[in-house]
């Protein structure tokens, strides 16, 4: 655990990297390429999906959840996007101690799983559109990690959507990168420039990739969502074929969108500073921390604190009272407590009744309620 | 009270309201950490005319270039700079502002371009 954080002019790759793990958002895992993702970048996360998750019901979509193991068989029906996938796919090939007949690959992205079920799902016009997300993990094999910006396992979202028409589709693919737009500008107050991807940088089987890029603080760019039009190339390689209001038969439009844990990342990096962490007040877990100054009565400095707390928590704002102080001295009073204990039942009891009377017990449980 | 984003000491008083007083500077927090970001991007984007200004502009921020449309020519610029086509713009403001479909020469080989992208190195 870094304890000092190297300023951005000296190192901006250590920098990011000291602000990460001093205010505990993730930590690295035994499992090369891993990260576990700590409480505190976890309650960022929550803040994302939550306000993501509306914007995708609010424009009619709904989640669902498909298998993390995809048959090889799938995954190569689609030539762009096995040859653009492979080589970074984690392949299963033993299960319950016997060699698999098929091998699974842990999926990459959802496009073959999610078509294979669709290509049974439609059959009229009269099932389409279907505007499903899913929110999940997923494994890209990488050999250079960075915490959040790279890692071999990530969470996210990914939208699958299918449609009757091209127009349909081209006009879900650009509602949905206007919706990470918008995220990105008003939740995570980082500005992005929205455009397409060239031939050979976009998505592996779209026929385009739009998506929104954000600069760092050292001029450097970072790719924050992508939604593709995928024409009906994943339609086709699954069969799926809708009868038109007209009786005829045509292949199905889809679209993809998703954006992961890499945008904690993002976040991190587009507003932090030498002295640490700073979060954007939308995806803030504690918008407000008040620290009790002690003069005079503590009971009722605390008893202050408190009420200014659920003033502000009526308004919806996430306050936190950081009395670490009493904390401190608490725990003092618990160890000592603990050592008396066994040589005398007096001192304990005074000193325990000393910290009750503090207050400090009983605020310190409901600003910890309040904040988790 | 203290401002994280500016670091500015505020007085409040208790009593007069002190939730819309803080409701208001949260709001103020988000605008300014955009438009902080924002100031900071756009001093960093830079329209660049010849290869060796690109180059020492894709070290510091986006560097917005004449492309020829061709894969070779955004393979070797990739392979000299490690800069990248981030993306074609779409939006109305970023294409005016920058003049994005103006004609011109590709940055790298010279040959007419139709529009211009932007590169960037990216993580």
């Known amino acids: ?372 | 009270m203290v401002r994280r984003d500016t670091g500015e000491k505020l007085t409040f008083r208790l009593d007069e309201q002190i939730e819309l007083r803080i409701l208001e500077l949260l709001d103020a927090m988000q605008q300014n950490l955009f438009e902080r970001a924002k100031a900071f991007r756009d001093a960093n984007i830079k329209e660049v005319k010849d290869y060796e200004e690109f180059k020492a502009q894709v070290e510091k921020g986006f560097a917005i270039a004449h492309w020829d449309g061709t894969r070779e020519t955004e393979a070797k610029i990739k392979e000299e700079t490690k800069a990248t086509i981030r993306c074609i713009p779409t939006q109305e403001e970023f294409l005016n502002k920058y003049d994005m479909h103006a004609e011109g020469k590709c940055i790298y080989s010279g040959k007419p371009s139709k529009q211009k992208v932007v590169f960037a190195k990216a993580y």
């Open chain 1, 1 to 372: 655990m870094a304890e000092k954080i190297t300023p951005r002019s000296q190192d901006y790759s250590q920098w990011y990297i000291d602000i990460v793990l001093n205010a505990k958002l993730a930590d690295y895992s035994d499992v090369r390429g891993c990260m576990i993702i700590r409480p505190n970048g976890y309650a960022i996360w929550e803040k994302m999906q939550a306000a993501l998750d509306k914007m995708f019901k609010d424009t009619g979509h709904v989640n669902a959840y498909f298998p993390l193991f995809i048959p090889e068989s799938y995954m190569k029906k689609e030539a762009e996007h096995i040859e653009g996938f492979a080589p970074e796919c984690a392949v299963v090939t033993h299960g319950g101690g016997e060699e698999l007949k098929e091998k699974l690959y842990v999926r990459p992205t959802s496009e073959t799983i999610i078509w294979s079920t669709y290509a049974r799902w439609i059959q009229s016009y009269r099932d389409l559109p279907i505007l499903i997300n899913q929110w999940a993990n997923v494994v890209r094999w990488e050999l250079r990690t960075r915490l959040f910006l790279r890692t071999a396992e990530f969470l996210w979202q990914e939208g699958h959507t299918a449609h009757a028409t091209e127009a349909e589709a081209m006009a879900e693919v650009l509602q949905m990168i206007e919706i990470y737009r918008r995220f990105a500008e008003e939740f995570m107050a980082m500005p992005v420039i929205v455009g397409k991807k060239t031939e050979s940088e976009k998505f592996a089987g779209a026929v385009e990739t739009y998506c929104i890029e954000a600069m760092m603080q050292d001029g450097k760019a970072l790719q924050a969502g992508t939604s593709h039009h995928l024409g009906q190339n994943f339609a086709k390689a699954f069969g799926c074929r809708y009868q038109t209001k007209e009786g005829k038969l045509e292949y199905v439009w889809a679209t993809s969108w998703g954006v992961s844990t890499r945008l904690i990342g993002a976040l991190v990096m587009a507003h932090s500073d030498d002295k640490g962490l700073v979060l954007p007040p939308k995806l803030a877990s504690r918008q407000v921390v008040i620290v009790p100054i002690f003069k005079g009565d503590k009971a009722d400095i605390m008893q202050e604190a408190t009420r200014l707390q659920a003033l502000l928590r009526k308004k919806g704002i996430t306050a936190f009272i950081d009395d670490s102080e009493q904390y401190t001295r608490l725990e003092v009073c618990r160890i000592r407590t603990a050592r008396h204990s066994a040589t005398c039942g007096a001192g304990t009891e005074r000193c325990c009744r000393k910290a009750m009377r503090s207050g400090a017990a009983r605020h310190r449980r409901k600003a910890y309620i309040s904040t988790r």
